[in-house]
């Protein structure tokens, strides 16, 4: 079984930039989520995408935008970065059978490290 | 709106003696529990969760949680500590298991030899 991968492992970038960032998903799973952690923090729900659909939305502002693939990969792009958005990225992949599923449980990847200069 | 506080933000415990570390969460319906654990620099690492049922609950590593009700409490627990449990320990809830988690701000545990 392979786990939940992301790429790149440390990205540093300078206000104003966009960046992406890659997440794929455990085998046989269908859905991905990403959170945001800040230093010293627990992690904060950003989106989560089900079947290339947005599936929910955290209280985040329009230039954090995703994309999930027919392959459930997932992108995270952040535009007009600011000083705040230094954070571990996470990825989380799970399996929702349907909208209404309850049994399946989100399992993270290592995390994308952005720093923003 | 669902919330998840984490009293206890750094434990000390020496290797050997037992660990506890306090969740209490705050959501209209029964909720779904977890505990996740993240070590320098990593991922999380789900160790346990909590849907329906025995409201006790194994997990990995030899921890197991609780699930009180009427004390919107998931605690977490284990009888002997290892010092490899040293890691940043966070309890989460969601309405589902696909859901969105709601984190608490994570407890903080050093092991002492």
């Known amino acids: 079984e392979t786990g939940v991968t992301q790429s790149p492992t440390h990205l540093i970038k300078t206000r104003g930039q966009q960046v992406t960032l890659r997440c794929s998903s455990q085998s046989g799973h269908n859905t991905v989520s990403w959170y945001q952690q800040a230093l010293g923090q627990g992690p904060q729900f950003i989106f989560q995408?089900?079947?290339?659909?947005?599936?929910g939305r955290g209280n985040f502002p329009p230039r954090f935008s995703g994309l999930q693939f027919p392959n459930y990969s997932s992108e995270l792009n952040v535009n007009a970065l600011e000083l705040d958005d230094s954070a571990l990225y996470l990825c989380?992949?799970?399996?929702?059978?349907?909208?209404?599923?309850?049994?399946?449980?989100?399992?993270f990847g290592p995390g994308t490290r952005l720093l923003v200069l | 709106a669902q919330s998840v506080t984490q009293p206890d933000i750094h434990i000390t415990v020496s290797e050997g003696a037992s660990l506890e570390l306090r969740c209490n969460y705050s959501?209209?319906?029964?909720?779904?529990l977890f505990w996740y654990v993240q070590s320098p620099g990593q991922g999380l690492q789900l160790l346990l969760k909590y849907f329906s049922g025995d409201t006790l609950v194994q997990g990995i590593k030899g921890f197991e949680a609780e699930f009180k009700r009427s004390q919107s409490s998931f605690n977490l627990r284990k009888p002997s500590v290892h010092w490899s449990d040293a890691a940043e320990y966070f309890c989460a809830v969601s309405k589902a298991a696909g859901n969105k988690l709601t984190f608490g701000g994570g407890t903080r545990v050093l092991v002492k030899p």
């Open positions: 989380a992949s799970s399996s929702l059978a349907g909208l209404w599923s309850d049994q399946e449980t989100q399992y």
């Open positions: 959501y209209g319906a029964t909720p779904y």
């Open positions: 995408y089900y079947r290339e659909e947005e599936n």
